[in-house]
């Protein structure tokens, strides 16, 4: 029994000794990497994290080939994801982020959310001060006006820039080109032009509206503009801004209103909308179930593979106004790319950024992500390479209609509310018809007030 | 000195386990209470200790209780119909004189293999309002009324999940009762036909009682089951929708901590599963306890 007992007692000596060998090596393996770095002097290396969606990630593959190229001894690592939030995730919170992170503040992994509430990111203020890598101007000046004062960009308010924009979408109303061409139908340029369309739909044996209805932040794209064409940048800006008194305003609830119209009004929402997914109901407007849908520029890369109806064609409207006079409206967003506060090379970050706004960039980035950077004269730089209805996005954007852009602030820390959210959630309420304008709004007002309270 | 050899030798066996037990339970689940008592977005710095504050925030916010409600509703709902139907299945396949009984038993579990994931799409389509097999048949069939928009509204929503999770374990649990079943000595139930009980008194006075001990763990097996099985569903078909009719406790635990940045927030939702799941389970224990013979 005894030397059983021993023998045990040796055998499990040998197991602590083969574990305590193994971490050893973990040790070991650390201290090389760690040499590695500071060897890294001449060879530095710079990690990049994007996400991969529909632009794909040979752009960034290329970039990183020609980066190289700019500047002997430098390695560009890049990793592209369609869940990258969640790889780079945990090495943000041990500490080592990567170098460049492109990553939308909309991205259900909420570390861009995150990293906004948290104020992880460096300042870039100096980089778009500085000189663009092509030419002797300031890089601020070559950046689309308006973008880097956008909450998108200095999402705090202290006229410090911490965001860097990479595409520029357009988002807006879609319909079906070929249907409106052929059978002669005015693509409508106010809200009650839209509505008027709806016996037209009828006729053609489809509803006349549809939104992604499981993710309803997609009626943004509907409610930014209203908002705008209703109330101006003051009505908009108190919205983004929750200021709960913004509720009880006019244009708050008839902004909210077409919502309530079109749940209302027989034929106007496309059965079942509420239950679909964002690939659901777009395949459904494709098929011709509905006349519009709101979604951006990257529609037709998006849904490349969904079945359509015979002679489908992209055709996009943007938002109708509220008067004739106005110009119809288009919501613009920015994708955002930042470096982490605590990234281990910021300075050559920078110069990945600003090498990555020169305009063999751009080309290089419309070439293969068939979209166009926030610079000016973006989508001219790149005409040659965008799919028809993208180029007819931009082209629109630029002959006459209003393109306007908006987005919620970030919360302040504290709130456990995402008022965004909620105001989206809602949707579904209003579309099954249990709930009012009025109700919304009042429930709008009462979470805004939760935000106000912690400002 | 036996007797402390013996303690040692026991000390010793139990260390590897316990350290991984540390490690890998312990230490989180003590990490999931310190954390609820801090505000913090889970990026590591920025923690600031708000006591019970995301608690008191927490009674106060109508989503949480909507997903606790919701979550209430599954947990009473799917074990209920899923254990009463698995007996039946399970009974009739052992001692109903089927000649298919291998191919139903292998139909029936079926479900259990395959992965939620699958099984969500699956349904989605299923309950497609416009393309789905259900409203397809009703609008065949002339009932266009009655094809609702089932995941769509918040009357139906729920109920059109849980019959998603109960097709899904009707078949895993029916295993394990058919392996219970088995193991009943058959002169229990030659005895009471020769007394004149027919086959539902059997049903309720021999298998019932017999396979008690089993029935016990499968309600706390299913029970549990509903709490993680849900949240891969809900994700899948409604996201929570529509306006958080659909949404269950741990969904928006992942919304809160993942998507809005809110850890300690959702920390302290992971507490209050974590306590109602322990009190329910130590429940259903009692409450079976004094019934078992």
Known sequence: MKSNLWKFFLLMAVLVLALVGCSDDEEAGKDSADSGKESAGKNQVLEVAVFQGGYGDAFWKQLAENFEKANPGTTVNVTANPDIGELIRPKIIAGNPPDVVYLNQTDPSGVTQGLIKEQGFTDLTDLFDGNAYDEEVPLKDKILPGVLESVYMAPYDDGKIYMAPYNYNVMGLWYNKTLFDDKGIETPKTWDELFALNSVAKENDRALFTYQGTVPGYLEEILIPAVYSLGGQEALDQMLNYDPEFWKTETALEALGIFEKIANEDNALMNGTVALDHTQSQTSFMQGKAMFIPNGNWFEGEMAEAPREDEFEFGFLGVPSFTADEPILALSSMEQMYIPKAAANPELAKEFLRFMYSEESVKLNGELTKAAMAVVGGSDIVADYLSESTYNVFKAVESGMYSMSGNFAPVPSGVNVDPREVLFDQAASVMNKEMTVQEWADKMYEVYQKVEDKK | ?293
């Open chain 2, 1 to 293: 000195m036996k007797n402390k050899d013996r303690t040692l030798f026991i000390l010793f066996c139990i260390l590897p386990t316990l350290a991984i037990f540390s490690i890998f339970i312990l230490y989180p689940v003590t990490q999931v209470f310190i954390k609820s008592l801090y505000s913090s977005s889970g990026f590591g710095s920025n923690e600031e200790f708000v006591g019970l504050a995301n608690f008191v925030e927490l009674f106060k916010d109508d989503i949480f209780i909507q997903s606790m409600k919701n979550t209430g509703f599954l947990m009473l709902v799917v074990p209920a119909i899923t254990l009463f139907l698995s007996l039946i299945f399970a009974s009739i396949l052992s001692f109903g004189d089927l000649r298919e009984k291998h191919l139903y038993r292998t139909i029936f579990f079926f479900p259990s293999i395959l992965s939620f994931v699958v099984i969500g799409i699956l349904w989605a389509f299923i309950y497609h309002p416009n393309m789905g097999i259900i409203n397809e048949v009703l609008n065949w069939m002339g009932l266009n009324q009655f094809a609702l928009t089932w995941l769509g509204s918040k009357d139906t929503v729920l109920w059109a999940i849980a019959l998603v999770m109960v097709w899904q374990a009707v078949g895993y649990y029916m295993v394990m009762y058919l392996a219970g079943m088995d193991g009943v000595p058959r002169e229990l139930y030659e005895a009471a036909s020769l007394d004149g009980a027919n086959a539902v008194q059997q049903f309720f006075k021999i298998t019932i009682p017999m396979l008690w001990e089993i029935i016990r763990i499968t309600i706390i097996f299913s029970i549990n089951g509903v709490l993680n099985i849900s949240f891969v569903i809900v994700i899948v078909m409604t996201a929570g929708g529509p306006n958080n009719a659909s949404q269950v406790a741990l969904t928006y635990m992942y919304k809160q901590a993942f998507v809005n940045a809110n850890f300690g927030y959702a920390m302290a939702i992971a507490v209050i599963v974590f306590s109602v799941s322990l009190v329910l389970s130590f429940i259903s224990n009692k409450i079976t306890e004094r019934e078992a013979h």
